[in-house]
């Protein structure tokens, strides 16, 4: 069982409380003003009495049931257990609770015989309320159908949207990591070592290899351990330092919780933009810090902008990286140019967010597979909500103008066999050939190479 929040918690109670108790008040103060008999404290305080029993017993009584069963079940992914169980007990709970508050109202209160309280018409005020509760709890069960329904579309679509900022960022980053001009002026820096210093040539070469592998093992992970990231960060940085020499320094933390993660490759987007955005050289050195503080890693360097020529900045990779960590954190990604300090910091992550997952996952997952159900659940709940509400009318209606011939029972029996069908329709049983005959049939045909001859 799911214990994320416990059973009930006093939130839930108490509000579930409250709800019963204003139930009480406003049917009970209702049925006191049209009730017809003498207006007096000891008649207030027995309607209102009167109206706590149906409110708390079955009201109250269904709610807590009904919280309970969606917390033991999920509506989504376990629909099939969590539509039985709730019938079994709604059916165990609802019976015998109103026959204790008829034997409370009717015996104890009124002083009706018990020789009679299971002789008619005792029996049809007992059928009356039994239908009418089980109205009451086809609503709230259906009612938290679609809540749960609601909750899990709501999370499809934020998996959607990470999955769509994910794939833009595995683009922008090989975009950016595999770009001509960068490729080009390794491939000088590495054209002139070679001559000129051989075994750095070498050096180059193995850290350059190490980048493009980082690159292509780490674009298809949600999020990294903080000692990869900050490991590819030094090799890379380190190909950039053989590239510009003492115009490029750099540092990185000693020590920093090795259980904190990041999105990967976004230390990689933003020491890119500091070396595109800034003059690097011997007069104007580039200084690049990277360090924890607060909850952040922070990737702080000097500003030294370089003449604007050409397109200007469009911040894709910054953007690309604000998007990400808000779809996975509440904390925002913060960044901060004061003209001569530009500061970003992300958040450090404790543990990997689950949310994440691929277009084939998507696929093949159980929301999926549920939602192709939800229209025909819709149109279950919807007749069954209609019969428990109309079947007490059709019986008012009968025992009130034509108490002689009891004709209710006609809809009672030709319109349940009908719900008790459909019920079992969307939920893929068969009453003589049992649960997914369809499927099994199909398999059976299929495996037959004789009918296909």
């Known amino acids: 069982m799911d214990n994320k929040a416990g059973i009930f918690s006093s939130k839930e109670l108490k509000k579930g409380f409250l709800m019963a108790l204003k139930i009480t008040l406003i049917f009970g103060i209702l049925f006191y003003l049209i009730g017809g008999s003498p207006y007096t404290i000891k008649g207030f305080f027995i309607t209102i009495g009167i109206s706590a029993l149906y409110s708390f017993g079955l009201g109250f009584g269904q709610g807590v049931l009904n919280d309970f069963l969606s917390k033991k079940w999920d509506w989504v992914t376990q629909t099939n257990q969590r539509v039985w169980t709730g019938i079994i007990l709604t059916i165990a709970y609802t019976i015998p609770a109103i026959l204790i508050i008829h034997y409370i109202l009717f015996v104890k209160i009124q002083g009706d015989s018990i020789d009679n309280f299971f002789k008619f018409p005792m029996i049809w005020i007992h059928l009356f309320w039994i239908i009418f509760s089980f109205g009451v709890s086809a609503f709230l069960h259906a009612r938290g159908f679609m809540l749960e329904w609601k909750n899990a579309a709501n999370q499809e679509t934020t998996e959607q949207k990470i999955v769509a900022k994910t794939e833009t960022a595995k683009f922008e980053t090989l975009k950016s990591q595999i770009d001509p001009h960068f490729l080009f002026n390794s491939l000088n820096v590495l054209t002139s070592l070679i001559g000129e210093n051989p075994n750095q040539a070498e050096k180059f070469t193995t850290k350059l290899s190490k980048v493009y592998r980082y690159v292509l093992e780490q674009r298809n992970k949600e999020l990294v351990p903080i000692s990869e990231e900050l490991q590819f960060a030094k090799t890379y940085m380190e190909l950039l330092q053989m590239r510009f020499e003492d115009a490029l320094e750099f540092s990185l933390p000693k020590e920093i919780n090795p259980e904190f993660k990041m999105v990967p490759l976004s230390l990689q987007l933003l020491l890119e933009n500091a070396v595109k955005h800034n003059v690097v050289s011997s007069s104007k050195p580039l200084h690049i810090s990277i360090y924890e503080e607060n909850g952040f890693l922070k990737v702080s360097n000097n500003v030294n902008p370089k003449e604007a020529i050409g397109k200007k900045s469009t911040k894709v990779g910054l953007q690309n990286i604000a998007d990400r960590y808000g779809l996975i954190t509440s904390q925002p990604v913060e960044i901060i140019n004061n003209k001569k300090i530009f500061t970003v910091s992300l958040p450090l992550l404790t543990q990997a967010n689950n949310i994440m997952r691929t277009s084939e996952e998507f696929e093949n997952s159980n929301y999926v597979r549920a939602v192709e159900r939800v229209e025909k659940?819709?149109?279950?709940?919807?007749?069954?909500?209609?019969?428990?509400?109309?079947?007490?009318?059709?019986?008012?209606i009968n025992l009130r103008f034509s108490p002689q011939f009891h004709w209710f029972w006609f809809p009672i029996v030709g319109w349940g066999i009908g719900v008790v069908f459909h019920g079992l329709e969307v939920h893929n049983y068969s009453l003589f050939l049992?649960?997914?005959?369809?499927?099994?049939?199909?398999k059976e045909l299929m495996d037959d190479k004789d009918n296909f001859k």
């Open 377 to 396: 659940l819709k149109e279950f709940y919807q007749n069954l909500a209609t019969y428990c509400v109309m079947i007490p009318v059709f019986i008012f």
């Open 434 to 442: 049992g649960k997914d005959w369809e499927e099994r049939k199909i």
